[in-house]
Structures are given as C-alpha cells and as structure tokens.
C-alpha cells in the first residue's frame, strides 16, 4: 500500500514514479526507526535499538545443498513471475502502454489509474518480502541495519537490465559482487570503500548516455554500420 501510492500520486498529479519512491523511502526509514527505537523496541536491546528477536520456529533457513537463505530463490521466482506477467498476459501489455503513454492508454479505454497503482503496489509488495527475508532469514530482528541502500542498487540494476525481469538476475548477482568487494578493494588496494559507489556511479552514467547518443551518431547505431 506504501509504495502503491507512489503509482496514486504518478497518475493523479504525474509525480516522477522514480523520485516519489525515494522520498516515500526516506519517510518509511524514519517511521522504522521511530518504531525500532520507541514502541517496538526490545528492552534487552541496549546498545543498538532492535525489536524482540524472532523465535527458531520462525527462522528462514538456508537451501538444501546451498549455503544461501531461501531468499535467492524467491528472488528468482519473483522475476520470472513478473516476466510472465508483464511479457506474457493482457493485463501486462496493458501496464506497458499505460506506462509508455497515459493519454493513448485513456483513449483505449484502459483503467490507467488501477493499472499503475497496482502495479507500484506489486513492486512494493516484492521489496517488502525481500525486507521479510532479510529480518527473519539474516537479522533475527529488525534494526537500524535494514537501511543498507539496497533501494538505491535495485535503481541501478532496473536501468541496466532495461525493465526486463530475466535480465535483472545475472545483473542483479553482478553489482552484488561489486557490494561485496567493498572491504576486499579497501584490504587488498589500500582503497576507500566508497569505490564501489563510484564504480556503480560510472556504470549509471555510462548507461544514461548510451540512451542520449544511441542512433544520434553511427558508431552509436549498430543498424546503420552497414551503410555506406
């Protein structure tokens, strides 16, 4: 419901979906911490504010034969789902256009507004269960360590797949290894941390202008190197 009314205020007031989410993140962040360290908060937890740590009857464990939490594989089912749903199914076609172009969708009689919220609240429905296996499968408990930026990568790995579910897999694994070199880069190389935010940093922008130079120039437009 929180993140589908990000698709309210993109249909109702053509509010950037991409911004409105950020700053819908910052307001739920600071609702959590109002939470972790007042109402929910565990007493036991003296130097760092939690809530009540989960019982083992309600542990996410890991996969047979893999030393990862069933987290990954919900993560992978999760797109293939999506990619069904968006590629394979009317009410995906319909998102497209809703999304591509809210006045041709309106004019074909589709139910713009219930498309773009529900899906915005889809999304927001799949970054709440990896939050569900992140507390109950890593953490135990919910504190201050769930604000670990993951938002701000999943950005980043939506534009390099370009919006393709399947795609958003091996991108996916990919900048989760940039994440986890952060403290090798700074043991090995004698580097900062905050390298692997200017690497990702690069990879945005390089992505963002291939999308301006793309077809503006030859060398930037494989079908025209044919051409004499």
């Known amino acids: 419901m929180w993140i589908g009314a990000v698709g309210w205020l993109r249909y109702r007031r ?3 979906e991409t911004i409105a989410s950020l700053l819908m993140a910052y307001i739920a962040i600071a609702l959590m911490n109002h ?3 007042g109402p929910l908060r565990d007493p036991a937890s003296l130097n760092k504010p939690s809530t009540a740590p989960l019982d083992a009857a309600f542990r996410i464990g890991d996969l047979p034969f893999f030393p990862v939490h069933w987290g990954l594989a919900a993560g ?11 590629d394979r199914t009317v009410w995906g076609f319909s998102a497209r ?22 899906f915005t609240a889809l999304g927001g429905a799949f970054a709440g269960l990896a939050g569900m296996f992140e507390v109950t499968a890593v953490l135990g408990s919910a504190n201050g360590s769930l604000v670990a930026g993951y938002g701000y990568t999943g950005i980043l790995i939506a534009f390099v797949a370009r919006h393709n579910p ?23 190389m004698g580097l900062p941390d905050a390298t692997v935010l200017v690497l990702e940093g690069i990879v945005l922008v390089a992505i963002l202008a291939s999308e301006t130079l793309y077809g503006r120039f030859k060398i930037f437009a494989p079908e025209r190197w044919s051409r004499t």
Do not use: D, K, M, Y
């Open 14 to 16: 053509g509010v950037n």
């Open 166 to 188: 399947l795609a958003i897999i091996p991108v996916a694994v990919l900048l989760a290894g940039f994440e986890a070199s952060s403290g090798l880069i700074q043991r090995r």
């Open 76 to 86: 992978v089912v999760a797109c293939v789902i999506a990619f069904v749903l968006i």
């Open 35 to 37: 939470l972790v360290e």
């Open 97 to 118: 256009i809703a999304g591509g172009n809210v006045r041709a969708a309106e004019v074909q009689g589709l139910p713009v507004g219930r498309l773009i919220v529900g």
